[in-house]
């Protein structure tokens, strides 16, 4: 499809989206504004792509989704549950397994080498062969083959390369685009040195800078030595105004921030581009390949918000992956396929019986049987005190009877942390499995109930590699 002529579309989309807006009330309907990724929806046959853009929510579980969606949805101005965010559209629908080869519940290493190289491997290995190599690199130290990674194949069949993350780039979801780590701490040279023992590998950030990758945007300063961010061949980028001047017939290399990027309710915006800008960049840059693109696109950081049990920025972060999907959309042609994916879930609830278009964010108010509408006071658990909608089920500020009773003020605000049942330091990640949406080309190939390596594997043959 005609570039311009999309962006006319998405505009129109917009000025419907305004309008309806104006409507707010239980009857207002999401399709109102779906008057967009018409060419993307109808197209899901084929298997042979040209571009293929992988969008992949850090910790994006079903319940992180339905929740970001009213919350995207209330920040509009309307109740919220009706809302359809922008992969909601996607006519391919699948669950996804997650479990590691040795974890029932998965860590992001295990879980982005089986979405991007299509085997399913150790938690905490990145692109390495559980069978043989995790084993033999703890015991002998790296080196040895490996199999390729989908830079390597996205290279063998002529393509370009995108490898965008809000998390550092040596982080385990971006890493596991060009790297190969018997363990995913390995990021910096330093890592490598005493007390570990990890005899003859090579870091993360080296890996990087010696791959293919063309556009490589995200964190992770701190992980590179001067002299690697000097050897990589092409430009070096530090802030959105440079990486818009960046030379368009050279290879970037951007990194916005010494560790992770800012969540995007804190993010500088004249210092770090948006997820969504960095997608609509690559996607031009990488657009001039007669031979079509892979690009990965990671929102890193809704787990790190709900590690922290902080849902306020693991929403923001969703609604931050939802624009970028939406800015993919309007800039795709038909050639196309488009993947939204989560590596894993998190322990993040959304419950009680809240009634329709309550906040979010705030206390659980019901609903008056009699009127149908809102109680006029706040639900209240068996020590009289009223409780989240959102919550996690361990984490530290463990809900006691004792705790402070809590107010709409105190729980609204952007920097509270949800309560939790079970004491841990840190949340942790959950087991169940997470949602996949596809549109374009091959998409048909992703239904039903699928093993998260078989997202690889699917990726592979439409590459032919
Ligand atoms: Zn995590």
């Not at 692109?127 to 002998?140: A, I, S, W």
């Not at 809102?374 to 005190?385: E, I, N, R, V």
């Amino acid at each position: 499809m005609n570039v311009k002529f999309n962006r006319i579309k998405h505009l129109s989309a917009l000025l419907l989206l305004s309008a309806a807006a104006v409507q707010v009330g239980c009857a207002a309907s999401g399709d109102t504004q779906a008057a967009k990724s018409d060419s993307l929806a109808t197209e899901t046959a084929g298997n042979s792509p040209k571009n293929v853009i992988i969008f992949i929510g850090d910790g994006m579980g079903i319940s992180t989704i339905t929740a970001g969606r009213i919350f995207v949805g209330q920040e509009k101005g309307r109740t919220g549950e009706e809302n359809k965010l922008s992969f909601d559209k996607f006519p391919q629908l699948a669950l996804i397994k997650t479990y590691n080869t040795n974890a029932q519940v998965p860590d992001s290493a295990g879980t982005a080498t089986a979405i991007l190289s299509g085997y399913k491997t150790n938690i905490g290995a990145v692109n390495v062969r559980p069978d043989k190599d995790v084993q033999k690199m703890f015991l002998e130290g790296c080196g040895g083959e490996t199999a390729p990674t989908l830079t390597d194949k996205a290279k063998a069949s002529g393509k370009s390369v995108g490898v965008i993350s809000t998390a550092r780039l040596t982080h385990a979801t971006p890493a596991a685009m060009f790297a190969h780590s018997v363990s995913r701490d390995i990021e910096a040279d330093k890592d490598l040195e005493a007390p570990f023992d990890y005899d003859g590998c090579v870091s993360i950030s080296q890996q990087l800078i010696t791959s293919e990758v063309d556009l490589a945007l995200g964190g992770g300063r701190k992980e590179f030595t001067d002299a690697q961010v000097a050897a990589w061949s092409g430009a070096v980028v530090s802030t959105k105004a440079e990486l818009m001047a960046a030379p368009t017939d050279q290879r970037v290399l951007g990194l916005f921030n010494r560790s992770h990027m800012s969540f995007d309710a804190d993010r500088p915006e004249t210092e770090e581009p948006s997820l969504a800008e960095m997608t609509t960049y690559t996607m031009d840059r990488l657009s001039s390949d007669p031979d079509g693109y892979v690009m990965m696109v990671e929102a890193g950081r809704i787990d790190h918000a709900h590690h922290g049990t902080n849902a306020y920025r693991a929403l923001k972060d969703l609604q931050a992956l939802d624009e970028a999907v939406a800015a993919a959309v309007a800039k795709a042609d038909k050639d196309t396929l488009i993947l939204v994916t989560a590596d894993h879930s998190h322990v993040f609830t959304m419950a009680g019986y809240p009634v329709r278009g309550n906040p979010i964010m705030g206390l659980v108010r019901g609903v008056d049987r009699k009127t149908g509408g809102p109680d006029a006071d706040y639900s209240l658990d068996q020590d009289g005190k009223p409780y989240t909608t959102l919550g996690y089920q361990n984490g530290p500020n463990v809900r006691e009877a004792s705790s402070d009773t809590l107010t709409d003020n105190m729980v609204q605000d952007r920097d509270y942390r949800q309560q939790t049942a079970v004491n841990l330091s840190g949340e942790t990640h959950a087991g169940e499995d997470v949602a996949l949406f596809a549109a374009g080309p091959g998409a048909a190939r992703f239904s039903g109930v699928m093993e998260q390596d078989e997202i690889g594997q699917a990726l592979a043959e439409m590459l032919g590699q």
